[in-house]
């Protein structure tokens, strides 16, 4: 027999503080009956999206409170993309505010603040996971208690949020890099992978596409021989690259998709006897990158502009509790500026292309 449902707004306090409990109860208790209840389409392979229809017209909402929880505060490339997510919720008449751990390792931490956001009562989040399922159940909890939750940047399982805001096509990004690398060192050496945290979503994805690519017949003379992790940490990641040339020392090239591990490995090899014979090229900041790119370390790498992604996230995490759209494929809604977006399979939206960098147009972005 089911318990009676909660419904009073102390009974959804009390709800939410269970679910931070993660008490069984809150889920017999306050299971899909508060605030705009859940439903996944498939366990993990639907995004969630709620009981109600999009109405694509309806009013956007002001003086909500949309929160940022990235996986690591103290990281340049998330200061940017939440000064973008800052930027846009205030221009749409919310309540901005960020919290989150200082490790791309503190799956526990981000777990924490998920749990207190629920309890905080915020109107939406907008996350970048650290892991793709430790944070579930309570992602799940606070999408009962009402709260719109989007990911950006890193994606949870599809069913623990309702839209995954994605800086560009996670295949794109994993084949693009393997063939900037593959240029700039003649399709041909033993090659290593400089990633960040093991459990990182969207690391992982991209290195599922990049050994994929590496399977096609213009990489067959390029091997990759280790994947290592520097943890979005830019000692250890400095420690790793140095690691990865004393085991490997005929290689020939490294793929750091990650803006850490990135600048990081740069700064090793630009003080190293390898500087301009290891290619080096990723997923970095411009800024960061620029005096590596300019002192010949590196000839190229890739980003999209994080504020944009941020400034997404925010769009669409308002346009999410305006109920202009619900997580279904095929919704759209305005982003401002950015334009007119469509959520895609598995509640899935793209920012678009990436950018190239290299010495000619470098000076042009400033991020
Ligand atoms: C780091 C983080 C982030 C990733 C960028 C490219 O800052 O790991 O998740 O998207 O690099």
């Known amino acids: 027999m089911s318990a009676p449902a909660l419904r009073t707004p102390a009974a959804r ?9 993660s008490l069984a109860l809150a889920a017999t208790a306050c299971g899909g009956t508060t605030k705009g209840s859940t439903k996944n389409s498939a366990e993990d392979g639907g995004a969630a999206a709620s009981d109600a229809k999009a109405d694509p017209n309806a ?9 940022f929880l990235p996986k690591q505060v103290n990281n340049p490339y998330f200061t940017v993309a ?13 309540t901005f505010k960020e919290a989150g751990p200082n490790s791309a390792t503190d799956t526990s931490g981000q777990v924490s603040y998920v749990n207190t956001l629920t309890q905080q009562q915020v109107d939406a989040m907008a996350v970048s996971a650290q892991d793709p399922g430790a944070l579930c159940t309570a992602l799940k909890q606070a999408m009962k208690n009402g709260v719109k939750v989007v990911t950006y940047d890193s994606d949870t399982k599809p069913g623990c949020r309702h839209v995954f805001v994605s800086q560009a096509s996670a295949e794109a990004l994993g ?7 593959g240029e700039q060192l003649g399709y041909k050496g033993e090659i290593a992978i400089l990633s960040a945290a093991q459990t990182a979503t969207n690391q992982n994805t991209w290195i599922g596409f990049m050994k994929d690519e590496l399977k096609k017949p213009e990489y067959k003379d390029m091997k990759l021989v280790k994947t290592a992790y520097g943890n979005d940490d830019a000692q250890q990641s400095f420690q790793q690259t140095q690691g990865l040339l004393q085991e490997h020392p005929g290689l020939a090239g490294i793929i750091s998709p990650t ?6 490995a740069a700064q090793y090899l630009s003080g190293s006897k390898y500087k301009g014979k290891v290619m080096l090229t990723g997923l970095g900041t411009p800024n960061d990158m620029r005096k590596y790119v300019k002192n010949g370390t590196v000839e190229g790498f890739e980003l999209w502009d994080p504020a944009k992604l941020g400034a997404l996230a925010a769009h669409t ?23 007119t977006f ?16 290299d010495k000619k147009n470098i000076d042009r972005h400033r991020f």
Not at 82 to 94: F, I
Not at 259 to 264: N, S
Not at 342 to 357: A, C, I, N, Q, S
Request: with cysteine.
């Open 342 to 357: 469509t959520l895609g399979d598995h509640g899935v939206v793209d920012l678009g292309e990436p950018t190239v960098f």
């Open 13 to 21: 306090r009390l709800c939410a503080v269970l679910a931070a409990a």
């Open 59 to 67: 009013a956007t909402k002001k003086d909500l409170t949309v929160a």
């Open 317 to 339: 995490a308002v346009a999410l509790s305006s109920g202009q759209i619900t997580g279904r494929q095929g919704e759209t809604f305005k982003a401002g500026a950015l334009g």
């Open 82 to 94: 939440d000064k973008g997510g800052e930027k846009a919720v205030e221009e749409l008449g919310s």
């Open 175 to 181: 084949r693009s890099q393997v063939r900037l690398l």
């Open 259 to 264: 803006t850490v591990g990135i600048k990081a």
